[in-house]
């Protein structure tokens, strides 16, 4: 069985992906965590970890199969339904969470576990989203023309530079950013503007 299975996701996708393969190793790893933590080594998918009997429970046992169900497991159902652009750096930082979590599949700290599982979830939408947003950066300067609309440089007791720079979309120009450096540092502008 396909480990995206076991969230009930059953469409296909590339599963020789880098990114993919990465997320898989991460689920499996996950999932494993999972039933060894609360004894359940033939467990079929999510849905018989959340319908666990309670009373069986420690409190803090129960209060992590809550929010298994509340937060968790959405969210990862969620996550083997994402189209992930394959990105090194989301990749390197699937890995460290890979290794963090197989440190402590020894489980001589059971908590320990729980902490890396809800970290694991609690963390991934923050590294998807800098990755997207860099995407979608990326996307947008292949669209639009940037465009240094003014440089004036003025006496010594004033403003050095000033740049005001502005972007071409189409046949509309957006001002988007103005940019000025006092006289004291305006070395590090030309600096720069010479690379």
Known sequence: MNIREWFGFDKEYDSKQDINMCIDELLELYV??????????????????????????????????????????PYLKKLVALKLPNNELLISKIEYEKYILEEEMDFEYPDDVRSSLIGIVNNMPEYIGAVTEISATVNLNSVINPVVQRVSLRDALDTVVAVTTQYKVGSTCCSISNYQEPALHVGSLFYFWRL
């Open 32 to 73: 494993n965590a999972i039933k060894k933590y609360f004894s359940i080594y033939d467990a079929p998918d999510f849905r018989s970890i959340q319908n666990i009997d309670r009373a069986k429970l420690s409190v803090g046992e129960s209060m992590f199969i809550e929010w298994l169900t509340e937060k968790g497991f």
